[in-house]
């Protein structure tokens, strides 16, 4: 059961106002402000605007996004941390970590041996997890997911994991990251940024823009929750992980690993493909991803492809990398609540290698009761999560 949320994005810094900043096609790009962006080709992102000051002890700003969504999802479940018997877990993924304080030691003048490396053991992908359980009380299990752009899927299906093993009644689950020049400047040198704006499975599409932001949901065991009073969101059915295996970066040509992802998640939650109403694509607004992402779903979907309702809302938010599809999940939750699909910003005209219904520039009514979550990664890392209707 997922019966809490909590998020910071470029479009808003809550869920209520992340939500409607979506469904009014709000867009979050804005010339960068974290470093002069003046020697490159694309000077636009999507940052969190007005990050309120980070409690005391933590180590970083992917640390505060992750702790102020945590903070907003334990209170909309209405769990209190320090309750006795309260077994609640936290699963965090990211791709960079602290990412800005490794910026910090890579500017010139750079001198490897007065680098503070004692500090820098302290900054890895696990302290935002560590963080967030210190500062907000969470002694149950602990995880961190540095799966790159796959990793707050990854976190969800590991909680799903806890909760049917009985390692935890509730876990706090999903992913955090920090705007950082080091993750622009790769983004860049890969060609894959876009100068203006994301328009994801469009035929002038010109790349991503780089995003940041956090994304947690509490899963809970369900007799618990019951127990308790507590108001069902929606279900996590199941999930399914793939690794393409085949390029540092780029998918398999064939889609077949994101297909197997999708296919995993159906069969972990014991539906098939003709119970999908509505698919959360990972979206990127590069060539070579959304063509790759439109061949997974017709072998998934068949005939029906072309039909069924998918959309991508990188196009206002950016690409979060590990916060993406954890914000993306809240995103599908609450379309299943509302029964309103989020659409395709920004979209002028289809690619015909991606013939789909991606529901362009204006929300959808749908009572959609079954939905897929996707997110693909570098390495090949593919993850995908559903979620029923509560």
Known sequence: MVTGMGCLTPIGNDVPTFWAALLAGKNGAARIRSFDPADYRTQVGCEVKELADAPAGLQGRAAALAAGAAREAIGSAGLDPSRAGVRLGI?????????????????????????????????????????????????????????????????????????????????????????????????????????????????????LLLGEGAGLLVLEEEEHARRRGAEVLARVRGYGLSCDAHHITGPHPEGEGAAACMQGALTDSGAGANDVDYVCCHGTGTQQNDRIEAKALRRIFGERTARLPVSSIKAVTGHMMGAASAVEGIACVLALKYGVLPPTWNHRELDPECPLDVIPNAPRELKARFVLNNSYAFGGNNACVAFGAA
């Open 91 to 207: 699963s965090i993924g990211t791709t960079m970590g602290e990412g800005n304080f490794l910026d910090s030691l890579t500017g010139p003048p750079y001198d490897e041996a007065a680098a503070p490396w004692d500090e820098v053991r302290t900054r890895s992908a696990w302290s935002i997890t560590h963080d967030v359980a210190r500062t907000l009380g969470i002694e149950g299990p602990q995880a961190s997911l540095p799966a790159a752009c796959s990793a707050g899927n990854y976190a969800v299906g590991l909680a799903l994991d806890w909760i049917r093993q009985g390692q935890a009644d509730c876990v706090v689950a999903g992913g955090a990251e920090a705007f950082s020049e080091s993750a622009f400047a790769g983004f860049t040198r890969l060609n894959a940024m876009s100068s203006d704006l994301c328009r994801p499975f469009d035929k002038d599409r010109q790349g």
